[in-house]
């Protein structure tokens, strides 16, 4: 079959099973997306549209990119392909070194993936496996917290705290899940991180009374969430937590898939709001999105743990054919010097009040519960429809669509996280557009 689209493109839409979409729906009136530079999107149509999400959270220096471009061109040409296992090739080893220069305390040493999911679920096993390691064995059950996104694998979705995420799936892995830290009754329209809340990270005293620390190997929470609905965590609440796994000797996972690189305001949240995890998962903004990679850093500590048995021995048993892609590695670097030349890691921290002021000035208008912001991240929380969660949000993207500018939706939340370059222009036309959708809703 064969459809004529309203946009002119002449495609069959339906051998592609879109991935975390209402495939029917979108088929029955497609939004495509043909080319981008800078901050815009062209439709096949040639309909100019305002990226408000950085394509997924992930091309935080930008579209179009001619750096990354020319790096991926040139180490295409010089070595496609090249196995880590048991052999190597200089760019891992090089950008591993160049990476840690931006991390937090001593996440010294880099594991190369593919994905966010795949850094999650190799952070995962890394923590399982240093458990035994050190001679605590038993210490294998794995916390998440209620409303977590930690990505599609089965370790992630086990830690993972968004019910519709696991409904289709059961519980593969054991895990107990934290609660989560929205609270729009105490803390609705709270600009920057809610006063109330630090008291949620002593559930994981409970826990741990609960199942006893012996058999607890690591917890792992987004130090902002992103796909269950923009969580800003409480003040000292991410402190807290710290304190309680050192007190047990349970290992802190950051899952920084989208707020590492710039989008909070430094190179990870972690150094933003001080708190150093012992493993730290990391994509997206990795590579600007451009290659698909992924990069989970661990401590010295848990990195020497591993590295003491006979020599010959593979300490790790675990990587993928494409860890350390060459080509990968080169978008990698080519878009680290962009961030370091063009200061985007303090960016964020630049335009925080602006766009702070900006996306709080929807407050009052039709249909808004709660708005949340840090950094370079606002979550505004519409109220549902009776009967039917997510169709306004749905409506609303289509209409922001409409008027030429592109925002996420989750549920009925609309999230915004725009490439690093955003002008304070293109920050009013983002939230005004949102205005008067809004205002125009019935
Ligand atoms: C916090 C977090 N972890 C993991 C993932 C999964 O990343 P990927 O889609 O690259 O597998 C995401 C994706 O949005 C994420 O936000």
Redesign the pocket.
């Known amino acids: 079959m064969t459809d004529q689209l309203d946009t002119g493109v002449e495609s069959d839409l339906n051998p592609f099973w879109m991935p975390f979409t209402a495939n029917q729906k979108f088929k029955a009136k497609p939004y495509l997306l043909e080319s981008a530079e800078g901050m815009y999107y062209q439709s096949p149509e040639g309909k100019v549209l305002l990226d408000g999400t950085s394509g997924?959270?992930c091309v935080n220096a930008g579209h179009g990119r001619k750096e990354i471009r020319e790096a991926v061109l040139s180490q295409m040409e010089k070595l496609d392909y090249a196995s880590c296992f048991n052999i190597g090739h200089p760019l891992p080893f090089e950008f591993a070194q160049r990476l840690i220069k931006h991390t937090p305390g001593d996440l010294d040493h880099v594991f190369f993936t593919n994905?966010?999911?795949?850094?999650?679920d190799t952070a995962l096993k890394i923590a399982l496996a240093y458990q035994r390691t050190r001679g605590e064995g038993t210490r294998q059950r794995l916390i998440g917290r209620e409303k977590g996104?930690?990505?599609?694998g089965f370790g992630?979705m086990s830690v993972g705290g968004i019910t519709s995420m696991r409904t289709q799936f059961g519980t593969p892995l054991q895990a107990d899940h934290l609660p989560h830290t929205v609270n729009i009754e105490k803390n609705a329209f709270t600009r920057g991180m809610p006063t109330e809340g630090i008291h949620l990270a002593d559930s994981l005293e409970d826990i741990v009374a609960f199942h006893d620390a012996s058999n607890i190997a690591a917890v792992i929470v987004?130090p902002i969430g992103?796909?269950g609905g923009v969580l800003i965590p409480p003040e000292g609440y991410l402190q807290r937590l710290r304190e309680i796994c050192d007190k047990h000797g349970i290992l802190l996972i950051f899952?920084e898939?989208?707020t590492g690189f710039g989008r909070v305001g430094d190179s990870f949240a972690s150094k933003r709001f001080g708190v150093v995890p012992d493993i730290m998962?990391t994509?997206?903004g990795l590579t600007n999105g451009n290659i698909p990679m992924?990069a989970v850093f661990v401590s010295k500590k848990i990195y020497d743990t591993f590295m003491t048995g006979s020599e010959a021995g593979i300490e790790l048993f675990h990587g993928y054919t494409y860890s350390g892609h060459p080509v990968a590695c080169a978008a990698g670097m080519a878009t680290l010097s962009i961030y370091e030349d063009e200061g985007l890691f303090n960016r964020a921290a630049e335009l925080e009040s602006y766009w702070e002021d900006a996306a709080h000035q929807l407050k009052g208008l039709p249909h808004v519960k709660d708005i949340r912001n840090f950094g370079l991240i606002a979550g505004i929380e519409l109220e549902s429809r009776p009967d039917n969660a997510g169709a306004l949000g749905h409506e609303v993207f289509e209409k922001c669509f409409e008027k030429g500018v592109v925002i996420r939706f989750m549920g009925d939340i609309m999230a915004f996280s725009p490439p690093l370059i955003i002008a304070k222009s293109q920050i009013d036309q983002l939230f005004e557009t949102l205005g008067s959708v809004l205002r125009e809703l019935n």
């Open positions: 997924l959270w994905s966010g999911s795949e850094s999650v996104y930690h990505g599609v992630g987004e992103g796909g899952d898939v989208i998962t994509a997206k992924g």
